[in-house]
């Protein structure tokens, strides 16, 4: 690695923490509505939301997918 890329490592860091941050928090929350949720409120099943959202690497866009299309209303 070069002196270039070092510092532009150090630069990045901080951003590429908070997208994880963001990331995780956002699979969290999705993963604690649909344990919450009866099967009927849920768009596809339960499982197969439950096993993208943990094993998915998405940078957000699947637990966001969750909160708007996953979902029925209450």
């Known amino acids: 690695m070069t002196a270039t890329d070092d510092g532009r490592v150090r630069r990045l860091r ?25 099967p009927s409120e849920v768009t596809g099943t339960k499982r197969r939301w439950a096993i993208a959202l943990v094993t998915v690497n998405s940078a957000g866009i699947l637990p966001v997918w969750y909160f708007l299309r996953g979902r029925t209303r209450r």
């Open 14 to 38: 901080p951003a590429v923490l908070l997208l994880a941050g963001v990331e995780a928090g956002l699979k969290i929350a999705a993963l604690l509505d649909l344990a919450q949720r009866r």
